[in-house]
């Protein structure tokens, strides 16, 4: 009895020490705030609620592609003025079309603001996001996305008038600067300002017209976006408001905008096939096959790498399937749609002044960054 007492009160003591050391312990950690650096990405959803149900089997059953574009963006994705879309996001959403269904047309383009565009993924609005939309921690994590593959190395670049005289982001102190809503621009621009200890002003909106209608008002200094879209805007610079020649370009690039295609979480089977289309155009790049000689590549594979891109055999052997859930000739498909990169590239984003050669998005051979792992 006595000695049950005792470990009774040896039990009580424990757990008072315990108590009192985790107390101790939580009051000497430090006090960190936890900021989601992210207003462009307000909407935090609970990535664990999307359903395990496959966007690759819906897409197969719909027979049509739902694809989260730009519509306001010369090169990347704009609606011509036949009502068409067209650039090089708009492409992959054709390659990956093709490449489940055997066809580019059947795809529906659903146009989105930068800070409309992730619930409209979340929410099953849209199967696939290609809308030059910048891979980052927080949109990968916090926003329960996958990002696939990088289809353009970008940086945010600062547009100003020529006349205005500043050269640098340093000659920038006290300027107000126009910038789009729910963007990783609105955020490195801050990151950028902050940390020089320069003052600024950010001129928000939430759609690129009254920006740029801003912008040509002069109520702006400055115009901060992505590289690409500044020479997107850039070129098309009506004359009345001093044409192209009327705006530089600053040397700096302030931030890296990695962009490319995104699908949901836990969605793997779709994830993979969009992915590999990505990777399938590099590769054919690569390889030197293009839409015009990519039935006559598949007919006579000059190689077994090749025969396995294509779906095709090579000599007497049999079809690589990788089990993609889709034709093994996909990759095939995708080609003959869009071209392979370089042709995509050439097509779209060479007539902005993007020069590729010697760019991050030069192919790995030539000193770039664009690069497919093996198809085998
Ligand atoms: N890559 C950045 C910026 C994306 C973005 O929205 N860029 C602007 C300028 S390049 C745009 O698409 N503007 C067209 C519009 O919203 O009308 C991001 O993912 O947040």
């Given at each position: 009895m006595k000695s049950k007492l005792f470990f009774l009160l040896l039990a009580v003591m424990s757990l008072t020490l315990i108590i009192a050391c985790s107390e101790e312990v939580e009051e000497a950690a430090p006090q960190v705030e936890v900021t989601k650096d992210s207003h462009d990405d307000?909407?935090?959803?609970?990535?664990?609620?999307?359903?395990?149900?496959s966007t690759l089997e819906e897409v197969l059953e719909r027979g049509v592609l739902k694809c989260g574009v730009?519509?306001?963006?010369?090169?990347f994705g704009v609606v011509t003025s036949a009502g068409t879309f067209e650039g090089f996001d708009i492409d992959y959403c054709k390659a990956v079309a093709a490449a489940i269904l055997g066809d580019a047309s059947k795809v529906e383009y659903v146009p989105l603001t930068a800070s409309a565009r992730f619930e409209a993924l979340s929410s099953e609005e849209i199967d696939l996001l290609i809308r030059n939309t910048t891979w980052t921690a927080s949109r990968d994590r916090d926003l329960g996305n996958d990002f696939t593959a990088t289809t353009f190395y970008d940086g945010q670049g600062m547009m100003v008038y020529a006349d205005s005289g500043y050269k640098t982001i340093e000659d920038m102190a006290g300027a107000t600067i126009c910038v789009l809503q729910g963007t990783t621009t609105e955020l490195n621009l801050d990151d950028r300002f902050k940390s020089a200890g320069l003052d600024y002003t950010p001129l928000t909106f939430e759609t690129n017209d009254p920006l740029q209608a801003a912008f040509e008002e002069r109520r702006c200094d400055g115009w901060t976006t992505d590289k690409s879209g500044l020479a997107s805007k850039r070129a098309e610079f009506p004359a009345a408001a001093g044409?192209?020649?009327?705006l530089v370009v600053l040397a700096e690039t302030l931030s890296k905008e990695p962009l490319g295609p995104l699908t949901r979480d836990n969605d793997s089977e779709f994830y993979d096939v969009v992915q590999w289309v990505v990777f399938g155009l590099i590769q054919a790049e690569e390889s030197g096959i293009t839409s015009s000689n990519v039935a006559a590549m598949a007919a006579d594979p000059k190689d077994p790498g090749m025969a396995r891109l294509l779906g095709v055999p090579y000599g007497d052997g049999k079809v690589a399937d990788f089990s993609f859930g889709v034709d093994p000739t996909f990759i095939q498909h995708a080609i003959k749609a869009v071209g392979n990169y370089g042709e995509i590239y050439e097509r779209h984003l060479t007539p902005l002044g993007l020069t590729r050669a010697g760019s991050l998005n030069a192919m790995w051979t030539e000193g770039g960054l664009i690069y497919a792992p093996p198809f085998r």
């Open positions: 307000d909407d935090d959803h609970d990535h664990d609620e999307h359903k395990d149900h730009n519509d306001n963006l010369t090169g044409g192209p020649e009327a």
